[in-house]
């Protein structure tokens, strides 16, 4: 049972150039997140969502897209990479979204650097 | 939408001392407010979690309160070691109308000091 795990664990970008973040988890979980963490900031979250085929809005959702095809899996794409979206990127899940299944786990991180 | 608010931002410790940091949120709806432990390098990990139904919750040396009506919550570390330090986070949650976010305070770097 690996839980949540991302790839890549690096990634070095030039500004303009495109890529795809992809987040897995085996705990059948419903509910699915992307956050950005920068330093002095905390997390913010990017997309989520709520079951295969379903995504909404977060926080800082400008720059990103993200695919929920199948339940296991939740992609977050970069279109056109900026410096701004130099951050470190965590996914997360849960089981539901109401009270007693609703805790998140992360996934190990995705440090992105775009030049 | 939610806003959270975290204090200290940093906070140092002498091993054996308390450690306390406390939250605060502007959504009264909210209902749901984990904390977070996260080393260097590596993912948060959910520490302790209360719901708006409880006051106070304890787990060993965690302890987290909350008051609803002040809007304000906090953690508490009693007896702290070295392998506590770390970078802790406040959340807050917001679920209804369609949404579900889940919003954490910017982070305390807890110190203890052998």
């Known amino acids: 049972n690996a839980g949540v795990t991302q790839t890549p664990k690096f990634r070095v970008l030039k500004t303009g150039q495109s890529m795809t973040l992809l987040c897995a988890q085996d705990m059948n979980h419903e509910y699915m997140y992307w956050y950005r963490q920068d330093p002095g900031m905390g997390l913010r979250l990017i997309h989520y969502?709520?079951?295969?085929?379903?995504?909404a809005k977060g926080e800082v959702p400008d720059g990103y897209n993200v695919s929920r095809l199948k339940k296991q899996n939740f992609l977050l794409g970069l279109e056109s990479a900026a410096p701004s979206q130099t951050s470190v990127y965590f996914c997360?899940?849960?089981?539901?979204?109401?009270?007693?299944?609703?805790?998140?786990?992360f996934g190990p991180g995705t440090r992105l650097t775009v030049l | 939408g939610e806003n959270v608010e975290q204090h200290p931002s940093t906070l140092s410790v002498q091993e054996g001392d308390s450690a306390v940091i406390k939250c605060t949120y502007s959504?009264?709806?909210?209902?749901?407010f984990p904390w977070y432990k996260q080393e260097l390098g590596k993912r948060p990990q959910l520490i302790i979690d209360i719901r708006s139904n409880v006051g106070e919750k304890k787990d060993q040396r965690i302890a987290v309160t909350l008051n609803k009506t002040a809007k304000h919550f906090s953690l508490h570390i009693t007896e702290t070691q070295p392998e506590d330090s770390a970078v802790y986070f406040c959340?807050?949650?917001?679920?209804?109308?369609?949404?579900?976010?889940?919003?954490f305070g910017k982070g305390t770097k807890l110190s203890v000091i052998p």
């Open positions: 997360a899940s849960s089981l539901f979204g109401r009270a007693g299944t609703d805790t998140q786990y």
């Open positions: 959504d009264s709806a909210s209902n749901y």
């Open positions: 959340a807050a949650l917001f679920s209804g109308a369609g949404s579900y976010q889940l919003t």
């Open positions: 969502s709520v079951g295969e085929g379903t995504t």
